[in-house]
């Protein structure tokens, strides 16, 4: 926490004030009696909020005689990063106490029941804390008797982490491969858009059923010891909106909407005689009301330091993307590349504290180097992200491994956005074959006759035989009969009481959903997930001699939201391969630094997109 900028910040929540009041208020109680804040001029600090845009100035008229003064009002912003480093402040558990005096000093700027919840888990982590201080203190009170008695110490036992967090040990030897999720997370920007279909209610649908849930997941995991990693792609425009204060709202009204559907469906179950679509409603009520109290109470209403919180502690690496989500090969112009790169890197330091080192390309859409109908030589891609230190990217599997597009690129979605698009027309494949590569290694990008980018850059293909387990048609998860079918709703509430039932079942004939029966499925289908994962790095370790690793590359609505049961089966898999003796877990740039590519590769125009190609965004109906 900057603790200046904290305070300032909070004075200015409470009223506009002029720089000399701002100074005064810092000589004055609580303020005078923390170290140096007396002394500090505010004006340095003001003049980053101003340019920052956290906080405005007003003109003001000058007295009869005096110097004109600035009068500097609070922005909504600035509001934002305040709430944000309030909330930090009592998540924080360092040696000193300043930041949870500061955040006492405003705690009126939080909402009382939040207030409430950050204390209860504040002092639950300081319990456990104390907790973990005794044993430290017995075993060094052991450790200086068989001192004092002449004996020699005992190897010291492990000792827990100051994390609080007691992580179950790590495999002393490397295992045979590496294996990372990389989930990616987007949606356009629909802030104050109204309501259905395309309003806001967009990005509160993948918070109560995508957002909310993997956060549960990811601590459940945390708090029970499983050292986990996973990659996940936050997109600037989602992430944003993650952290606006106005969707947080809306988004707790959404959520009393869904609670109050269920909650009149009961009685008219009860009504009719169905028992079982009773239960059903009393499901969704429990459900949606756990998701409240999650977002309320264990999230504290801020999904972006949730998720920062994992980050910092080394359970995820949070990558980048283009700013707006832009379709980067066809900008008209390299400036607007440079400026969707930018403005997403920024974005993201200054939400999640640190430089992203690896972005997700929008739709995995990649280019080399080229020259224009002018005579312009236009860069390659990787070109535009070493100067601003992304260390790597991904492309689509036939980028990769040469031969026509597989998976997403091929069309064979069954589920999720890309599962709905109607394809009439004949989907123009790349014909070219490709450089020929492996995605179970990375490789550094020759993009041009410039050579390698100084540092280099490194692509990942995503890896399609792990990826057709939940994509596909024929053989993905998603599909199994007992899982919820997304596309029947209720009449009245909209809610989902109905299961797949079967591959070409109609609507009309669905059964009835059994979250029991969901369950039982989930678990075995994650077993078999991290079974074909420790088979195939066990397969290319057996023929390359070589340490593997599988990208395994989902949009991260599609799981809650589209599969419903996604979710926990990511939970489960992560779990699994967590304890696996052959597989590491890991992510993206870790694995890259760990592991620096040995060969470079000129990787083709190409996206995951229709036809591998740019066809779906460059076509006569676009």
């Known amino acids: 926490m900057n603790y200046l900028r904290t305070v300032i910040l909070g004075l200015l929540r409470r009223d506009k004030l002029y720089g000399y009041q701002i100074k005064k208020a810092l000589q004055g109680s609580p303020f005078r009696d923390w170290a140096g804040f007396p002394d500090v001029s505010p004006y340095p600090e003001l003049n ?124 002393a030897t490397k295992g045979q491969g590496a294996f990372t999720f990389v989930l990616h997370s987007h949606l356009p920007y629909c802030r104050m858009a109204g309501r259905w279909p395309h309003g806001e209610e967009w ?83 429990q459900y949606y009301s756990q998701v409240r109290d999650s977002y309320l109470n264990r999230f504290g209403r801020d999904l972006i330091t949730a998720f920062r919180r994992l980050q910092d502690e080394g359970y995820l690496e949070i990558i980048t993307s283009a700013a707006t989500h832009g379709y980067l090969p066809l900008l008209a112009r390299d400036s607007s590349i440079y400026a969707q790169l930018r403005v997403g890197v920024e974005s993201h330091r200054r939400l999640f504290g640190r430089p992203p080192r690896a972005v997700w390309l929008p739709e995995c859409a990649y280019r080399p180097a ?93 890896n399609n035989r792990t990826g057709q387990q939940v994509w596909s048609a024929d053989m993905g998860y998603p599909g199994d009969a007992d899982y919820r079918e997304f596309h029947k709703k209720d009449d009245e509430s909209g809610l989902q009481y109905w299961r797949v039932t079967g591959p070409k079942v109609d609507l009309g004939a669905k059964d009835y959903y059994h979250p029991d029966w969901a369950e039982g499925k989930v678990h075995g289908h994650a077993q078999h997930f991290a079974g074909l994962v420790e088979q195939l790095l066990c397969e290319y370790h057996a023929q390359s001699g070589k340490y593997g690793l599988i990208s395994a590359n989902y949009d991260t609505e599609l799981f809650g939201h589209w599969w419903f049961e996604g979710i926990t089966w990511i939970k489960e898999v992560l779990r699994k391969l967590a304890a696996s003796e052959v597989v590491d877990l890991t992510t993206a740039s870790a694995y890259v630094a760990e592991n620096p590519p040995e060969e470079v590769m000129v990787v083709p125009e190409s996206s995951w997109g229709v036809g591998g190609t740019h066809w779906t965004w460059d076509n006569p109906e676009t």
């Open 203 to 285: 990005i509160h649908e993948a918070m109560a059923e995508t957002y909310v849930p993997l956060l549960n997941a990811l601590y459940d995991l945390r708090e029970e010891g499983v050292d986990y990693r996973l990659t996940l792609s936050l997109t600037p425009v989602l992430a944003e909106q993650l952290a606006d204060a106005d969707i947080g709202r809306h988004f707790l009204h959404y959520l009393e909407g869904e609670i109050l559907a269920a909650e009149r469906d009961i009685p008219r179950f009860g009504e009719m005689g169905n028992d079982y679509l009773e239960y059903l409603a009393r499901f969704y009520y």
């Open 370 to 462: 080229y020259v224009d109908e002018d005579g312009t030589v236009r860069p390659a891609l990787e070109e535009f992200l070493a100067p601003l230190g992304l260390t790597c990217f991904f492309v689509e599997t036939h980028a990769i491994e040469g031969g026509r597009p597989v998976g997403k690129a091929a069309g064979e979605v069954a589920i999720g956005p890309y599962g709905l698009i109607t394809r009439p027309y004949v989907i123009p494949t790349s014909a070219e074959a490709g450089p020929g590569g492996t995605t179970f290694q990375a490789y550094y990008v020759v993009g041009s006759a410039r050579g390698l980018t100084e540092p280099p850059v490194a692509v990942i293909g995503r």
């Open 48 to 171: 980053r909020l101003l340019a920052e845009g956290l906080v405005e100035s007003l003109n003001a008229q000058a007295a009869a005689g005096r110097p004109a003064r600035t009068l500097y009002r609070l922005t909504p912003a600035g509001n934002e990063e305040l709430l944000r480093a309030l909330r930090e402040a009592w998540r924080e558990m360092g040696p000193e106490r300043l930041p949870q005096d500061i955040a006492l000093a405003f705690m009126d700027a939080l909402p009382h029941d939040e207030l409430v919840g950050a204390l209860r888990r504040r002092l639950e982590r300081l319990e456990e804390e104390a907790r973990r201080l005794q044993d430290e203190r017995e075993w060094a009170r052991a450790l200086l008797e068989r001192v004092q008695a002449g004996l020699r110490p005992q190897p010291p036992t492990p000792r827990p982490a100051p994390s609080l967090v007691r992580r179950r040990p790590r495999r």
